[in-house]
């Protein structure tokens, strides 16, 4: 019976970690947000005669035309436009799935499932819709990875291969306490 208690124990404090790592998270909501709402996204047309910058949610914020774009057929201007909006919207909902998952974990795969959807919307590969992201938003240095447990995922796997290793138990003699702690720090449980 001892051993089913320590189990519980262990299990319990594990769960406990899990719900203050909820809590970090949730405290941090209010940045991400401020960060969502500040989201622009600027796009142009192949021949720069058209601009449009969109918002958050992909709200257009600003459009622009140059002399030449006004010089252009209606239907072909109209085509220039929309085609643009396009960009700039998916752009910002890029952005938008960047910062979620930079708060919330990748979990969900946000990114990977924006720009799955977005690679079928324009007919091409999520690998270069992958790059124009990257060139869109150049990477950044990895920042180390502290204790500061609001910049990791809520549910990480024990088989994930970002989850920091867990500790070793110390060698084991064979007493209870020993057992205590080798439980505490087991995964398989």
Same mark, same amino acid.
């Given at each position: ?12 404090? !594990? ?6 790592n ?23 047309s192949?021949d ?6 969109a918002?958050p ?48 974990g ?13 690679a079928?919307?324009?007919?091409t590969?999520?690998?270069?819709m ?25 549910? !990480? ?14 060698a084991?003699?064979?007493s209870?306490?020993?057992r ?10």
């Amino acid at each position: 019976m001892s051993a089913e208690f320590e189990q519980l124990v262990a299990q319990f404090d !594990k769960f406990q970690s899990q719900l203050q790592n909820v809590d970090d998270r949730l405290a941090n909501i209010g940045g991400m947000q401020d960060e969502l709402s500040r989201i622009e996204a600027t796009a142009s047309s192949s021949d720069r005669s058209v601009t449009v910058t969109a918002g958050p949610g992909g709200a257009i914020m600003d459009v622009k035309f140059t002399e030449d774009a006004l010089r252009q057929r209606p239907d072909a201007l109209s085509a220039a436009l929309m085609s643009t909006i396009q960009q700039a919207v998916a752009e910002s909902a890029r952005k938008q799935a960047t910062i979620v998952e930079g708060h919330m974990g990748d979990d969900l795969n946000l990114v990977d499932q924006v720009l799955e959807t977005q690679a079928e919307l324009f007919g091409t590969s999520v690998e270069e819709m992958r790059a124009r992201m990257e060139e869109e938003s150049p990477a950044q240095p990895a920042a180390e990875q502290s204790d500061d447990y609001s910049e990791r995922s809520v549910l !990480k796997s024990a088989d994930d291969p970002q989850r920091p290793p867990a500790p070793q138990p110390p060698a084991s003699s064979g007493s209870d306490g020993d057992r205590f702690l080798k439980n505490l720090f087991d995964d398989d449980h």
